[in-house]
């Protein structure tokens, strides 16, 4: 086995996960809290991405209606709160059943296309659900809702930064710790093998649409766990957090920090959340560099941040072709992500 000194593409990210742990504690030493915040959100969209991760990196279901199930995570918070209820194990459990069900009748419709027609289903289902909670004005419509209670899990409450962020850590690592596991499991192996040629695995005798519908569902469901953390870390809830933009963003940190990669999404997310708050500190025109550095980031490393650090292991060499395919996927998210700084930058 190879020593892990050897092999960048583990330690790296292993050594970003043990910097993050500290954070906290150097916060609080250098009664800096903002920072606090700051990589909570980062942990956050990190969990998001994982999420995206397994219907986009290892099913190949290109979904830019993922934000639907980030909102509906905030709102089974803030609707719950509006109510007087604030016991955090309803709202997961709100959470999780919402976002099953929803994602279970979207993947089920959106799966019997594929390509172009599938990314503009579920960019339709997001857009629905966008609408329809800026036209619910007794919920705050487009204003958004405040949250008045938080998650409250026994003697746990969400209602600080530090807590939203201890808890969010312990997610994401569990969530990389399952994805890994996923990803060399029998049913990771599936829906890979389908993302390859979905035809073979059908003629196999395995049936495909069950295993990537069921990817989708859980896809889904931890897209809406990551919603309810940021409803909680921000005690807002809004509609914005629905719209198609959002699920761009989460395309980007998959692609750019690996996709179909373990630690990618953490990677991603580090760099493009990073980025995007060091650029602001020198310019107000900061979306003019940031699009054309992600442009720059996704041609370069098409195989991510992790193909980029696995150049260095001592074992892992780079395939010789990288397939068209994987080319003109990165090519084409990277223009998203473009299409996406620019959208938000016109708001």
């Known amino acids: 086995m190879t020593p892990l000194i050897s092999r960048p593409s583990a330690w790296v990210p292993l050594l970003a996960l043990l910097l993050l742990a500290t954070v906290p504690f150097v916060a609080q030493a250098t009664d800096q809290q903002f920072y606090v915040a700051f990589f909570a959100r980062i942990i956050i969209y990190a969990i998001a991405a994982c999420a995206l991760n397994i219907a986009l990196g290892y099913g190949g279901l290109v979904s830019f209606g993922h934000s639907l199930f980030l909102g509906l995570g905030g709102y089974a918070v803030g609707l719950a709160s ?176 690996g996709l179909g990669t373990v630690f990618g999404p953490l990677m991603g997310a580090l760099v493009f959340l990073g980025l995007e708050e060091i650029l602001k500190g020198f310019t107000d025109h900061w979306m003019v560099i940031f699009g054309p550095l992600i442009v720059i980031v996704a041609l370069l490393g098409k195989r991510g941040i992790i193909g980029l650090l696995q150049r260095f292991d001592s074992r892992g060499k780079l395939p010789a072709k990288i397939t068209t395919t994987t080319t003109t996927t990165a090519a084409a998210v990277a223009a998203t992500g473009v299409a996406t700084g620019v959208a938000k930058g016109a708001l």
């Open 82 to 257: 509006f109510y007087g209820v604030g016991n955090g194990w309803v709202h997961l459990a709100l959470t999780l059943g919402v976002c099953g069900l929803v994602a279970l009748v979207t993947g089920a419709i959106s799966l019997r296309t594929t390509g172009i027609a599938f990314i503009m289903i579920t960019l339709a289902f997001a857009q629905m659900g966008y609408f329809l909670f800026v036209s619910l004005k007794h919920y705050g419509g487009d204003d958004g809702m405040p949250i008045a209670q938080t998650s409250r899990f026994g003697p746990l409450d969400l209602s600080s930064a530090t807590n939203v962020y201890v808890v969010a850590f312990v997610v994401l690592v569990l969530s990389i710790w399952w994805l890994a596991r996923l990803r060399v499991a029998p049913f990771g192996m599936v829906i890979r093998g389908a993302k390859q040629n979905a035809r073979r695995v059908n003629a196999a005798g395995i049936p495909v649409l069950r295993y990537q519908l069921l990817a989708y569902v859980m896809s889904g469901m931890l897209c809406g766990v990551a919603g309810l953390l940021l409803a909680n870390l921000n005690a807002f809830a809004s509609p914005s957090t629905l719209a198609w933009a959002v699920s761009g963003e989460l395309i980007v940190i998959v692609v750019i920090g």
